[in-house]
Nanobody, 116 residues
Framework: QVQLVESGGGLVQAGGSLRLSCVAS????????MGWYRQAPGMQRDLVAV???????TSADSVKGRFTISRDNAKNTVYLQMNSLKPEDTAVYFC??????????WGQGTQVTVSS
C-alpha cells in the first residue's frame, strides 16, 4: 500500500503563487509516476501534471508556463509550484501515484482557492 498526504493549499489572490507538496509513504518503490489532478465543484477530476520516476513531465495545456511539477526522490515528495494563479484554478487538488495498470493511489486532496 501507498499513502499520499498533500499540503500547501490555501487562499490566494489572482496572480499569486502557491506550492503544493505530496509526501508518499509505504511501498513507494511501486510507484512509477506521480502527479496532480484537480476537481472543481460539479466538474470531473482532470490531470494537471505528472512526473515519471525518470523525471519526464507532462502538463495540461491550461497550466503550461505557470505550473511546474518536480520531485525529490530522497524525500518521497512531489511538488507542484503554481504561479500566476487564476480564479479558474480554484479546485481541490489531489495527489496521485501510479503503480501500474489499474493500480493507483490518491491523497485526500487540498483546497486551492484563487480570488479575483
Amino acid at each position: 500500500q501507498v499513502q499520499l498526504v498533500e499540503s500547501g493549499g490555501g487562499l490566494v489572490q489572482a496572480g499569486g503563487s502557491l506550492r503544493l507538496s505530496c509526501v508518499a509513504s509505504g511501498s513507494v518503490f511501486r510507484l512509477n509516476a506521480m502527479g496532480w489532478y484537480r476537481q472543481a465543484p460539479g466538474m470531473q477530476r482532470d490531470l494537471v501534471a505528472v512526473i515519471t520516476s525518470g523525471g519526464t513531465t507532462t502538463s495540461a495545456d491550461s497550466v503550461k508556463g505557470r505550473f511546474t511539477i518536480s520531485r525529490d526522490n530522497a524525500k518521497n515528495t512531489v511538488y507542484l509550484q503554481m504561479n500566476s494563479l487564476k480564479p479558474e484554478d480554484t479546485a481541490v487538488y489531489f495527489c496521485n501515484g501510479q503503480a501500474g495498470p489499474g493500480r493507483e493511489y490518491w491523497g485526500q486532496g487540498t483546497q486551492v482557492t484563487v480570488s479575483s
